[in-house]
Every structure is written in C-alpha cells, then in structure tokens.
C-alpha cells in the first residue's frame, strides 16, 4: 500500500509539473515559446536572442544572457571579456532595427542603432546559437563623427528596405554557395578594381547604404564622395575624373576603375546566409596600403592618382540582397582600424587571405 501511495504521488508530482509548464508556455510570447521550444532555434527564437542581448547590454549585465562555457565576444576586431567595451557604455536602443537569420547554421546577424552616452551609433552584431546558448558574438561599433549623421539617417527609416524582407520565390531560390559566390563577386570586382571586368551581377536597381548614408544613386552628392570632381548622375569618362561619385550607380562606380586604390579584401567570412530571403552577410577588411598604389590606369587611359595618403583599414560588415545571381541592395557598417588587423576569428593565413570563407 505504501509503495503504491509513493507511485500514484509521483504521477501526480509529475502530472502537477506537465500543467504548470503547459501554462507558463501558454502565457508567454510566441518568441519566448520559440526559445523555450524543442528542435530547431527558428526566425523568432533567433531575433529573441538577439533583442535579449541587446537588453542585457543596455542593462550592462551580462549574467542575462544564456551563454556557453567558452563563448567568445569581440568588438571591433579585439577579443574581450563579456561585459567590457560597449557593454560599459551602451545606454539605449535605437529604432533602427534589421535582423538576418540563418536558421540551418543557427546564427544571426544585426544591423541597429543604439546610442552611447548620449550619442547615436550604429552596431553590426552576429550570434552564434548551440543549444539554445550563445557561443559566439561578433560586433562592430561604428562611432563618431562618420557614423552619428548616418545612424540618425537609420533611426528616421526605422526599418530595412523592404525589398530585403521580400521571400525570393521558391523556384528562383539559389542555394548557400550560389549566393555567396554572387556576393563575393563585389569584393573581388572592388580590389583593384581597373573597371575592365564582368559587373553583369550588378542589378539595375542596385543600391547602397554604408553606415547609413547612401553612396549610389544619390541626388544629393553634388561633389561626389571623397571630393569626386564631376556632379553627374552617371559615370562620363569625358568629364576626366579622379574619384568615385556617391551619385553614380552601383555598377558605374566599377566601371569607372576609381576603386582601385582598395589594395585588397580579405578575411571574408561568411557567416549568416538567408536563402529564403536571398540575403548574404559577410564580415571582413578592406585594406589601403597608399603610397605608390595611389596611381593607377584608368580604362580611358589617363593616369591617376587618388585614395588615402596613408595606409589603413576599413573593417566592415556588408550584407547583399541577391536574387537571379544579381545584387540588388548593399548595406555596410565600417569602422576605421589599424592597418592589416585581423578579425580575431581567423587563422594569420586566413586573415591575410582574399578567398572566401563560410
């Protein structure tokens, strides 16, 4: 009789346990369902953790989050404890807020503003997911000057452009390599670029958004970008100029062979691949050595001379709208650093490399 009372008390532990689980699960948000559900860490369960870690950085407290025992966390390139860097100085979300989900890799990527100490800034995030843990975080901050007009710029949009939130159709859909390999073509078409290449993956409607401001097709750049000496809405080898001009298209800006001053693109990874979405998130280098590679030919012949004065590096994180193997958005946050870093994710070898990695 006793070990029959013990049993029929257990089920009933247990049955109790099963009701006040079902009910905690009924009551809470679909993402919190999401992350607490069995299976597959899904769209919702991946953008939960990365609104949880955003709150847990404006929080300052980094024992919010569910982490692994080794996770990693850089910011800008430098390898630190969680809880040091921004997670001192962040103080509030922004309204700028574009997520990325990977859901077979289980990793996401973030493009958002938030502000620090008083000022707006623009943040490029990717989350690693094992076991409903965060194992890996990656983030740039882009800051000061160069990056407060654009992330202000971010914060009146609100929300990506909606072209990137568009499902391609299922029988137009590419797979993980096609896109990446699409994508890729931008950065091998930039390095050096001499504007006598195949730019056919560039999309008629293609356009660009680098920390905010956009640097295609822009009415407003009467100077063109960097000091461009010619305002046209597009590339005109006759008006003989020596740089790029945020006014022209994606594609005349390649074949106008003014980018050749970017020596190289390396270290790129990529990382977070939405093949439903058609979108490839990449993070990597773009490297200025000057000198004596500020002189190039341009496709008309002239000699020219342009870039920066000194060598440096844009670390960046760029995603690609791609749809029937043409790009049709760019977005970009980059921050400056020293010349030649590395991403603290990769071997010397694969951080000097301009291959692609995934």
């Not at 079902?22 to 919190?32: F, V």
């Not at 001192?88 to 990977?102: H, P």
């Not at 409607?205 to 970008?225: F, K, S």
Request: neutral net charge; glycine residues 10%; hydrophobic residues 35%.
């Amino acid at each position: 009789m006793r070990r029959k009372a013990a049993v029929l008390g257990a089920i009933g532990a247990l049955l109790l346990g099963a009701m006040i689980l079902l009910t905690s699960r009924t009551q809470a948000s679909p993402a919190q369902q999401s992350l607490n559900s069995l299976g597959t860490c899904d769209r919702a369960c991946l953008d939960g953790f990365v609104n949880q870690y955003l709150d847990a950085l404006v929080a300052h407290d980094p024992s919010r989050l569910p982490v692994t025992r080794l996770v990693k966390f850089t910011e800008n390139g430098q390898r630190l404890e969680l809880g040091d860097g921004f997670w001192r100085t962040a103080t509030a979300k922004g309204n700028y807020k574009f997520y990325i989900d990977d859901v077979p890799a289980g990793q996401v990527g973030f493009f958002g503003t938030m502000e620090e100490v008083g000022h707006p800034v623009i943040v490029a995030l990717r989350l690693k997911i094992e076991d409903r843990r965060i194992a890996e975080i990656e983030t740039i901050v882009a800051r000061g000057q160069m990056a407060e007009g654009g992330a202000k710029n971010l914060d009146k949009l609100g929300k990506p452009d909606p072209i990137y939130l568009q499902d391609v159709p299922a029988a137009e859909r590419a797979s993980r390599g096609e896109l990446i390999n699409t994508a890729n073509k931008y950065f091998s078409g930039m390095q050096q670029d001499d504007g006598k290449h195949d730019y056919s993956f560039f999309g008629d409607d293609c356009n660009r958004l680098e920390n905010g401001m956009q640097t295609t097709n822009n009415p407003n750049a009467t100077a063109g970008r960097n000091g461009a000496n010619n305002a046209g809405t597009h590339y005109d080898a006759s008006t003989h100029p020596a740089m790029y001009s945020a006014a022209w298209s994606c594609k005349d800006q390649f074949q106008s062979g003014l980018l050749h001053f970017v020596t190289r693109i390396r270290d790129r990874r990529y990382k977070v691949v939405d093949t439903e979405r058609g979108i490839v998130l990449c993070f990597g280098f773009f490297d200025h050595s000057a000198g004596d590679t500020r002189t190039f030919q341009t496709p008309d012949g002239r000699t020219v001379t342009a870039g920066p004065t000194t060598p440096f590096t844009w670390e960046i994180a760029e995603l690609f709208k791609v749809q029937n193997a043409k790009i049709h958005r760019v977005e970009a946050v980059l921050t400056q650093a020293p010349y030649g870093m590395g991403s603290g994710w990769s071997s010397w070898d694969e951080a000097m490399s301009d291959q692609p990695q995934w």
